[in-house]
């Protein structure tokens, strides 16, 4: 429906402007008379619509007459019907910048008319009108203006008007809306004459004029930038310099105008210019010679001038830097020193490093300075230590020095002594703690907090760059010994470390220092280390990386995190410190891949690394070695312990494992010994007694006394006795004997008793065994006499086997000779000497 409105409203518009150049053929059914289509803002606003009799949207029928402002309805209590033709409407505060006031009937279905009402402010008066005067090509005036602070809604056209006063001459520029600024052509002004020019604002509600200006164009010129033809000086005018300079060549033609110039200097090791600049008045172009004094003494300085008409108009632009040197004299001041001592062990000497700087007294006045150090000798001499061009120096000197001497030289002569003292290290100190923070882009704030001591006199607070070890970019500042911080100032970088030390000095030594690492900002570091898996064992990975360089750290380190996850599973994080480089992966799934990076933390960002891929093996290196090594101890145990018994006890094992069971047809029992036999068949149980086995003979230790009852149970016994003379395989004296199953031959079964027992009463009774040989069977039963072994010369009495020894015999008795072929056995047992070998 509004929109519909909307569109009959242009549309009757339209209309009524279309009859009214049509001279009266169609004539509108209605129109609006205001007060002004252009209000100010918010002040009321009257309007009457008056309607024709013949209009056919009203012929034949009573009409209400409605107002709407924009699309907004305005009630009956500010519209006045006077008739069913004629509506008169207040509209007590216009607050809009622009609206469309319409005349409407019926409920406002049916537009009948309407008028466009703007609403704004008066123009300000233009404010700040500058012209400036250009000679470069094309020459112009350009003047601009600001147009007030108030915007004033409504379209405001700007003119400019200029008269020049000696010719009668004005002109008048008329610029397009909101346009500030133009520029006079260099033919419509006059250098040397003064011209008023001034600026009017003119919009529907009004017209404003600006301040006029009245000046000589050449006043409101700026000069195109001079330039510097030499800076010199004049032979004894020390701490002057003269500088020549002329304007460009377009320019020329002011050579003999008075113009004010401004000298700005700055010493070449400086950055900043001198504030405020030197101005030299009343100065021609046809003198263009300027002297600046009272400047250092053998310095270079860098000079720029600019120049102006006299005492008024625009500065022109600075000319390029030109330098010159000041005449040079002997230094002055004195040079702040620092020095570092240690003793060196081997020479037992002072290592010496000296840094110096100039203090605020100091005056280098030459452009070479070479800096001395010197020592005074025993001759009352001083020796020279170092002679440089840098601000430090490292010698040795003995340790009976206990100062040296500093000065500086130049081509002219040289500085006043600064003496040194020497202060020997000390081992207590003052410091507790040191912290560093940056104060801003350019400089750290250093704190301390010392402990009271006696003998303290002040301290040295000394920095350097950690990643330029060279001595010349170490720099100090001594400070008083009530003060606890220090804002030291220099050409820090951002991103590289910097090592600050503080240093408390006694009235007897130097204290040692207090050390910290600063940046002055941080930031990511550049790289990221490689993640390096140390070792794995069960479900665990043991992960580590290298340190990363401290060129590459861009800060402290905070932390490392190693993330990793298996396929579709959640994530986990190991976090170490910046001093402990390795992590333990945990409880891992031996049957999955895992990925895993490492993100490197600063306390200025965080920097990731590349992704790497982790297998778990099922059978890890270290449960294999583990395993390898526990069957390779056993076995080694098993080894050792096998080796130790078999020599340990190898005859045992010998006697058991392989017996020695000769052959009878292939031996003699000559060749055996006692020593050889006694271990022949031994018995795993030392409380057993031990029988010896010689060939088929077995040797039964009796009593020495045998009874007669005895006697008879041997004799008389009808036991089977042809197993007597078994080997210890079949011996008798093992429980698991069995002699009848044997199939062994025994010849004869001898009974012993020891050489040293007494001598029995009767003879040894002598059993015959049973043999299944032929060579025993044809014999007869009987019983031979005891066996008694022949001494001789060579045979001691040990040797003596059976019955009583020679020393039993009684002496005067001749003991019966005795034929030992007839017992080849028994020959052997008393084998002598040589034989045993």
Request: glycine share 4%; net charge negative; hydrophobic share 35%.
């Amino acid at each position: 429906m509004m929109t519909s409105a909307w569109m009959l409203v242009i549309a009757v518009l339209v209309d009524s402007a279309n009859g009214a150049r049509s001279q009266g053929d169609i004539q509108p059914c209605a129109r609006i008379h205001t007060s002004s289509s252009v209000v100010p803002l918010g002040s009321p606003v009257t309007a009457t619509c008056v309607i024709r009799e013949d209009c056919p949207l009203v012929i034949g029928q009573a009409v209400h007459i409605e107002w709407r402002l924009g699309s907004e309805l305005i009630l009956n209590s500010f519209a006045a019907n006077e008739s069913n033709r004629v509506s008169r409407i207040v509209v007590p505060s216009f607050n809009r910048t622009e609206a469309l006031l319409v005349c409407c009937i019926q409920n406002c279905s049916q537009v009948v008319t309407g008028v466009q009402i703007r609403a704004g402010y008066p123009p300000e008066e233009p404010q700040n009108l500058t012209c400036e005067t250009k000679f470069s090509s094309p020459s112009s005036l350009n003047c601009e203006w600001e147009p007030g602070q108030r915007d004033t809604h409504l379209p405001t056209k700007y003119s400019l008007h200029t008269e020049i006063r000696d010719i009668n001459e004005n002109y008048t520029y008329k610029l397009p809306p909101d346009v500030h600024h133009y520029s006079i052509p260099r033919n419509e002004f006059v250098l040397f004459n003064d011209i008023k020019i001034y600026v009017k604002a003119e919009n529907d509600l009004g017209v404003a004029t600006s301040a006029p200006l009245v000046f000589d164009p050449v006043q409101a010129a700026k000069f195109d930038q001079p330039s510097i033809e030499t800076v010199g000086v004049e032979p004894k005018r020390l701490g002057c310099l003269k500088l020549k300079w002329r304007m460009s060549q377009q320019q020329s033609w002011l050579s003999h105008n008075q113009l004010s110039l401004e000298v700005r200097l700055r010493t070449a090791d400086s950055d900043q210019m001198s504030d405020p600049p030197i101005l030299v008045s009343q100065v021609r172009p046809t003198k263009a010679v300027t002297e600046c004094c009272r400047l250092l003494h053998g310095t270079r300085y860098l000079a720029q001038i600019r120049v102006r008409y006299y005492m008024q108009g625009p500065w022109s632009e600075w000319s390029s830097s030109k330098s010159g040197v000041t005449l040079e004299t002997a230094p002055t001041g004195r040079l702040d020193s620092w020095m570092k001592v240690s003793r060196n062990h081997t020479s037992k000497n002072l290592d010496i490093q000296l840094f110096w700087k100039p203090s605020k007294q100091f005056r280098a006045n030459g452009q070479s300075l070479t800096y001395v150090v010197l020592k005074p000798n025993p001759r009352g001499k001083r020796e020279r230590m170092c002679s440089t061009n840098e601000k430090w120096c490292a010698f040795q000197v003995s340790g009976r020095v206990r100062k040296v001497y500093l000065s500086a030289v130049n081509s002219v002569g040289e500085s006043p002594l600064t003496k040194i003292r020497i202060y020997q290290p000390k081992a207590h100190t003052a410091i507790m703690d040191v912290t560093a923070f940056p104060h801003n882009d350019r400089s750290f704030l250093v704190q301390w907090t010392a402990e009271v001591t006696l003998g303290l006199t002040d301290y040295v607070v000394e920095w350097k760059p950690l990643l330029n070890l060279d001595l010349s970019h170490i720099r100090f500042e001594t400070v008083n010994k009530n003060q606890s911080s220090l804002i030291i100032n220099g050409s820090f970088e951002p991103y590289k470390p910097y090592g600050i030390s503080v240093y408390p000095r006694f009235k007897d030594g130097m204290g040692p220092p207090q050390t910290v690492n600063a940046y002055l900002r941080q930031k990511a570091p550049s790289v990221v280390p490689k993640i390096q898996i140390k070792k794995t064992w069960c479900s665990d990975i043991e992960v580590s990386w290298d340190e990363i360089p401290l060129q590459q750290r861009n800060g402290f380190i905070k932390s490392y995190q190693v993330f990793y996850w298996e396929e579709n599973g959640s994530v986990q994080v190991e976090r170490a410190d910046a001093e402990d480089r390795r992590v333990i992966l945990k409880n891992l799934n031996t049957a999955s891949t895992y990925e895993a990076f490492m993100m490197v933390s600063t306390f200025g960002g965080s920097l990731n690394g590349s992704t790497i891929y982790v297998k778990m093996n099922s059978f890890d290196a270290l449960t294999v070695v583990i395993t390898v090594t526990a069957i390779g101890v056993g076995l080694a145990f098993l080894i050792i312990s096998t080796i130790w018994t078999c020599f340990s006890k190898h005859k045992k094992l010998n006697g058991y494992m392989w017996p020695v069971v000769p052959d009878p047809a292939n031996s003699s029992i000559k060749k055996w010994s006692s020593e050889s036999t006694q271990f022949t068949h031994p018995s795993w149980d030392n409380e057993e007694p031990n029988p010896i086995c010689l060939s088929h003979l077995s040797f039964l230790d009796l009593p020495t006394t045998l009874s007669k009852e005895e006697d008879d149970i041997w004799l008389n016994s009808s036991e089977d006795t042809s197993d007597l003379g078994e080997s210890i395989c079949g011996s008798p004296f093992i429980p698991t004997y069995s002699g009848r199953n044997s199939e062994s031959v025994p010849y004869a079964t001898v009974l012993l008793s020891s050489c040293n027992d007494p001598v029995p009463d009767e003879p040894h009774v002598y059993l015959r065994s049973e043999s299944t040989q032929p060579l025993l069977e044809t014999e007869e039963y009987f019983t031979p006499k005891c066996y008694q072994n022949v001494a001789n010369d060579r045979m001691s009495k040990e040797q003596c086997f059976f019955g009583p020894c020679d020393d039993d015999i009684p002496e005067g008795e001749e003991g019966p000779a005795i034929v030992w072929d007839d017992f080849p056995f028994l020959r052997a047992l008393a084998m002598n000497e040589s034989e045993n070998d």
